[in-house]
């Protein structure tokens, strides 16, 4: 939570919902960038002591043109050899409010000829007068996620740090951070990555995903069509068949793409295990059984759930009308047809045999 913008509040609350609904609890080990806020701030004005950090004036479009491409080296900002003094003045009073948003940065002080551009004096600290939902108008400056990142995890005495690959540029400012502050810092934790998840017919970047809310495409983040935990939840997924999956398809060091099937498999299994049947009829066919008493009902136990015993059994009713799907019944059936069709002899569900003896349709056929 190192954006105070207003919105993060609803990702910070879902985020914790979906983590608690999958079956996970954090017990005293939930934690928050912003509760380190004041230990982030040390560490930045540890690296301006360390002539590793410094305030920069150039602005957004400005620093992005300084950067230089990746076939191209960056050049230096004119506000790089500021000393140390006069850089720790101006982030206290960057502190204090005294600039506007966007008027400067604290950046780090690395390589601006660096191969990787993340490593271009990446900025660690931005002006953002904005309300925070955790600390209020504490602050008006806020860490950037790299530098919040490591140094989080090295409070939290973290020893692996799981991303996704497309963080793994960003490793080498990860470790830049932490030897940088090594003897300053309480522990060191290794970043690791993996291949994020993807799902074959589905779209999961979460940008495209933003689009398709913000422009009323989906009915929000809990639409059953959403690739989200919430939009699963909706759709009937259980958190057992979700964490079944998970395990089942594993992780891996290469980009890879999972069969949607497999994630509706596990939910089938764990769906069949434990749910209660029940039957209805969406398409109904009425059925009249000729040779049975008019007037007459009696009841069949039906299991609940055959792969359970534990469930127990329900009474249904049976009599001389009944209904039955349409798909259950074929007048020309094919070889191997194993439902109802005419002469044919089938069993109905845990009651008698019966045969298909006559059709009779109405003047639409």
């Known amino acids: 939570d190192t954006n105070p913008a ?61 950067r230089g491409t990746l076939t191209q080296p960056g050049k230096d900002s004119p506000y790089r050899e500021r000393s140390v003094e006069e850089n720790l003045e101006l982030f206290e009073k960057m502190r204090n409010g005294d600039f506007a948003e966007g008027e400067c940065v604290l950046r780090a002080k690395i390589n601006m000829s660096s191969p990787n551009i993340v490593m271009r004096d ?133 980009d890879n793409m999972v069969e949607y ?13 434990r749910c209660i049947r029940y039957m209805g009829v969406l398409k109904p066919i009425r059925l009249v059984i000729e040779n049975y008493p008019e007037g007459q009902v009696e009841e069949f136990e039906f299991k609940n759930n055959p792969e359970d015993e534990g469930a127990g059994t329900r009474k249904v009713p049976f009599s001389k009308v009944l209904y039955i799907d349409r798909n259950d019944f074929k007048e020309t059936a094919p070889r191997k047809w194993f439902r109802m069709a005419p002469g044919k002899e089938v069993r109905l569900r845990y009651a008698y045999y019966v045969t298909t003896t006559e059709v009779i349709k109405d003047e639409n056929g």
Request: hydrophobic share 35%.
């Open 6 to 66: 207003k919105e993060e509040t609803e990702y910070v609350d879902v985020i914790q919902a979906d983590v608690e609904w999958l079956g996970f609890d954090w017990g005293e080990n939930k934690f928050f960038a912003s509760d380190y806020f004041p230990k982030l701030h040390a560490f930045a004005v540890e690296l301006i002591k360390l002539g590793k950090a410094y305030v920069c004036h150039l602005n957004a479009d400005e620093i992005r043109e300084y």
């Open 122 to 254: 990446p900025a660690i600290y931005r002006i953002k007068k904005a309300t925070h939902h955790r600390t209020g108008d504490q602050w008006c400056i806020y860490p950037m996620y790299d530098f919040a990142h490591c140094l989080s995890d090295a409070i939290e005495c973290i020893t692996h740090s799981l991303c996704t690959l497309e963080f793994k540029n960003n490793r080498e400012l990860y470790d830049w951070v932490l030897d940088t502050l090594e003897g300053v810092v309480p522990s060191r934790p290794r970043q690791t990555e993996f291949a994020r998840l993807n799902l074959t017919y589905t779209v999961m970047s979460k940008r495209r995903l933003i689009q398709l809310v913000e422009e009323g495409h989906v009915r929000g983040w809990d639409d059953p069509r959403m690739p989200t935990i919430q939009g699963l939840k909706r759709r009937g997924f259980t958190p057992e068949s979700i964490r079944d999956f998970c395990e089942r398809i594993g992780m891996a060091k290469a």
């Open 261 to 273: 099937p497999m994630l509706e498999h596990c939910l089938r299994e764990d769906l069949n295990k």
